[in-house]
């Protein structure tokens, strides 16, 4: 009798102490740490959503540019860099990449994350009735933008096998490159309704990029005709101390995982005026073998010009080359990148000058793998891989994939 009593007891304990606490969960102020997502549906929460859509492209953009160019002929993994020790990052060196291989499958995912935030973003924005006109407007731009920006990138980085780029979306079919550059462009054709005159610049020249990407000089050609022109400013992913620059992480002073191929060393001993644009950061090697690291991301604030007026014009000139219709000579555009770097004119500009110019001007950027692919001068011997792959952790969580 004494033991049911207890057992009694104790249970009716556990009842009241139940309620209190069920009545403390619901009782207590929205937490300060967090937003619900339902809350972020607002007018005065759609800064903070599309500040968070900025943080992920951001995050996405120097993952996925420092990894193209690992595997592109930019940069090297060579065991005797001091820290030097990523088995991934010799992987995509080398084309041999495993799918299971982490520093993809966290790449994907930063890029995935993106495509969804910014689409996330458009259909917010459509359950809002905004007061503020030029708030809505610019989170419709952002939206677009960057949904735009994020299909540009599994267009021109990923491949479902060694030699077939392209993505996909929301666990969907995969989607070819040349079909999911034609959806980029739907959303910066969409972008463009919101954009003032300096966003208007650089969507076409993202527009432009993709273009010349598929070889489409003619069209390429018109979209940099609205581009970026000289004197205007780059478009900047910005970083801090917190959310610092990936090149900076892994492909520079914060560790070394990569250096730069040593032409850039040549281009600069050929021409030491070069030093201005072609940015080395010398490291010694375990063997005293002198590597050079980039010089772009030398801290972990440094920022990222992810479309400058410099790419436009030399995509203008590469337009020029192939017989498209242009405002200026080849001549006349390579001239003005190089004079804002204070390097002499040249004389002549053919189509081997232009891609070593590309090269110099574009380094650390992500360009390089697409143009080695467009231009046919793919390093890696057949059957390994020319792009970064979709990870098996995407063929496990989607249905319309199979190994």
Same mark, same amino acid.
């Given at each position: 009798?004494?033991?049911?009593?207890?057992?009694?007891?104790?249970?009716?304990?556990?009842?009241?102490?139940?309620?209190?606490?069920?009545?403390?969960?619901?009782?207590?102020?929205?937490?300060?740490?967090?937003?619900?997502?339902?809350?972020?549906?607002?007018?005065?929460?759609?800064?903070?959503?599309?500040?968070?859509?900025?943080?992920?492209?951001?995050?996405?953009?120097?993952?996925?540019?420092?990894?193209?160019?690992?595997?592109?002929?930019?940069?090297?993994?060579?065991?005797?860099?001091?820290?030097?020790?990523?088995?991934?990052?010799?992987?995509?060196?080398?084309?041999?990449?495993?799918?299971?291989?982490?520093?993809?499958?966290?790449?994907?995912?930063?890029?995935?994350?993106?495509?969804?935030?910014?689409?996330?973003?458009?259909?917010?924005?459509?359950?809002?009735?905004?007061?503020?006109?030029?708030?809505?407007?610019?989170?419709?731009?952002?939206?677009?933008?960057?949904?735009?920006?994020?299909?540009?990138?599994?267009?021109?980085?990923?491949?479902?096998?060694?030699?077939?780029?392209?993505?996909?979306?929301?666990?969907?079919?995969?989607?070819?490159? $040349? %079909?999911?550059?034609? !959806?980029? /462009?739907?959303?910066?054709?969409? +972008? @463009? *309704? #919101?954009?003032? =005159?300096?966003?208007?610049?650089?969507?076409?020249?993202?527009?432009?990029?993709?273009?010349?990407?598929?070889?489409?000089?003619?069209?390429?050609?018109?979209?940099?005709?609205?581009?970026?022109?000289?004197?205007?400013?780059?478009?900047?992913?910005?970083?801090?101390?917190?959310?610092?620059?990936?090149?900076?992480?892994?492909?520079?002073?914060?560790?070394?995982?990569?250096?730069?191929?040593?032409?850039?060393?040549?281009?600069?001993?050929?021409?030491?005026?070069?030093?201005?644009?072609?940015?080395?950061?010398?490291?010694?090697?375990?063997?005293?073998?002198?590597?050079?690291?980039?010089?772009?991301?030398?801290?972990?604030?440094?920022?990222?010009?992810?479309?400058?007026?410099?790419?436009?014009?030399?995509?203008? $000139? %590469?337009?020029?080359? !192939?017989? /498209?219709?242009?405002?200026?000579? +080849? @001549? *006349? #555009?390579?001239? =003005?990148?190089?004079?804002?770097?204070?390097?002499?004119?040249?004389?002549?500009?053919?189509?081997?000058?232009?891609?070593?110019?590309?090269?110099?001007?574009?380094?650390?950027?992500?360009?390089?793998?697409?143009?080695?692919?467009?231009?046919?001068?793919?390093?890696?011997?057949?059957?390994?891989?020319?792009?970064?792959?979709?990870?098996?952790?995407?063929?496990?969580?989607?249905?319309?994939?199979?190994?």
């Amino acid at each position: 009798m004494k033991k049911q009593s207890i057992i009694l007891i104790l249970l009716l304990s556990f009842l009241v102490f139940n309620t209190a606490c069920d009545k403390f969960a619901t009782d207590i102020d929205p937490s300060i740490s967090q937003v619900e997502d339902d809350r972020l549906t607002s007018e005065d929460q759609i800064q903070f959503v599309i500040n968070g859509v900025h943080t992920r492209f951001t995050d996405a953009l120097d993952v996925n540019t420092l990894l193209s160019d690992i595997l592109s002929d930019e940069l090297i993994f060579d065991e005797r860099v001091p820290n030097a020790t990523f088995p991934q990052f010799r992987e995509i060196d080398t084309g041999d990449i495993l799918r299971t291989n982490n520093s993809i499958d966290g790449c994907f995912d930063l890029l995935g994350e993106l495509r969804f935030f910014a689409d996330n973003l458009i259909e917010r924005i459509g359950n809002i009735n905004f007061s503020d006109e030029d708030l809505e407007a610019e989170a419709y731009y952002y939206g677009y933008f960057y949904g735009g920006v994020a299909r540009m990138f599994y267009a021109a980085y990923f491949g479902l096998d060694e030699t077939t780029p392209g993505g996909v979306i929301d666990a969907g079919p995969f989607i070819p490159a $040349a %079909e999911m550059y034609d !959806k980029a /462009a739907e959303k910066f054709a969409e +972008a @463009l *309704d #919101y954009a003032d =005159a300096y966003q208007t610049k650089v969507v076409n020249t993202l527009l432009a990029r993709m273009d010349l990407y598929q070889s489409d000089y003619t069209s390429a050609a018109a979209y940099a005709a609205d581009g970026l022109m000289e004197g205007d400013a780059p478009y900047q992913a910005k970083y801090d101390i917190e959310d610092a620059n990936y090149w900076w992480t892994q492909g520079g002073r914060g560790r070394s995982q990569v250096v730069l191929d040593f032409r850039f060393k040549d281009y600069v001993d050929e021409d030491p005026a070069e030093a201005a644009r072609v940015l080395l950061d010398p490291i010694l090697g375990s063997d005293s073998t002198t590597f050079y690291r980039q010089g772009k991301y030398l801290k972990e604030t440094s920022p990222f010009d992810f479309v400058s007026w410099n790419e436009n014009y030399l995509m203008l $000139a %590469e337009c020029a080359l !192939k017989g /498209a219709t242009t405002d200026q000579t +080849a @001549l *006349d #555009y390579v001239n =003005a990148v190089r004079s804002s770097h204070g390097l002499d004119d040249l004389d002549e500009v053919d189509m081997d000058v232009l891609m070593e110019e590309r090269d110099k001007e574009l380094m650390c950027t992500g360009t390089r793998a697409p143009d080695q692919l467009r231009w046919d001068i793919w390093h890696l011997k057949a059957g390994l891989w020319q792009y970064l792959c979709i990870p098996e952790s995407e063929f496990n969580a989607n249905p319309n994939l199979t190994l």
